[in-house]
């Protein structure tokens, strides 16, 4: 029997450490992982409380979010390479072209 | 202290340990081969949670397809070792305080709130969690999201496929 504060605790520190690879990292395919690590840490957190509240809802919930994960991903390394076709960088403070 | 304690805090250790190596390694390489066994530990807490259906599914879908897609990419492009001089002195810094600052609120709040009676009861066996169970419910309760989500797929895949398609098309005119 293991207190689903432990889980809580564990899933604060990856989605943390998450973030701190979005805010830190400059290669756009590894703020991308960082997100990745960000959404796995949300679904650990549905399978614990699935297995406190005994509801199969929370697994059906992880498996929509691993669908859109990976819908997500295609389309974002599409834009990385199409990116790095026409600036031949994925550094994003080489990325700013938008800014006036 | 338990054995599932201990199981709970090795996996724990583990899991932590390549989410950092995610975060340092200077090859995206090496990252992304953190990210894998942070992905393969937690399969294993959804099987000590009763859940190897999502389990196997994190495997095959995210530590298998997802990333050799972005070990594809890295690899493709060449990006391995991308030069991380900093552009903006003041960055690292303040992303550190964030981090702190949003690691910090989190604890506080488990703390605040104090230990629960919710006690999780792993490797529980039974019918809970299996691929039978989570299809009954998938295809009638939630047969519309369901739907929807391969909607969104094939509008991703076909986005992808216009996204990469550009320069081909120049050439051929």
Known sequence: ??????????SAILFTIGAMGVLTRRNA???FMSVELMLNSANLLFIAFAQVYQEVGGHVFVFFVMAVAAAEVAVGLALIVAIFRSRGTINIDDLHH??? | MDGNLITFYILALVAIGAALGLLFSKNSVYAALFLILNFATVAVYYLTLGAPFIAMAQVT??????????LFVIMLLGTEKLAGEDTLIWQKPFAWL??????????????????????????????????ASIGMILFNQYLLPFE????????AMVGAIVLTKGESKKAQK
Do not use: C, W
């Not at chain 1, 029997?1 to 564990?10: A, C, F, R, S, T």
């Not at chain 2, 879908?61 to 972005?70: D, E, K, Q, R």
């Not at chain 2, 929807?148 to 509008?155: A, H």
């Open chain 1, 1 to 10: 029997m293991i207190p689903v504060e432990n889980y809580i605790g564990l």
């Open chain 2, 98 to 131: 964030l981090a702190i600052l949003l690691i910090g609120v989190g604890m506080y709040q488990i703390a605040l709130r104090g230990v629960t009676d919710a006690m999780i009861h792993t490797f529980p066996g039974g019918d809970f969690g299996s691929p």
């Open chain 2, 148 to 155: 929807v989500t391969s909607i969104l797929l094939l509008v």
């Open chain 2, 61 to 70: 879908v995210y530590a298998g397809a997802i990333m050799v897609l972005f």
């Open chain 1, 98 to 100: 938008l800014k006036g």
């Open chain 1, 29 to 31: 395919i590894v703020i």
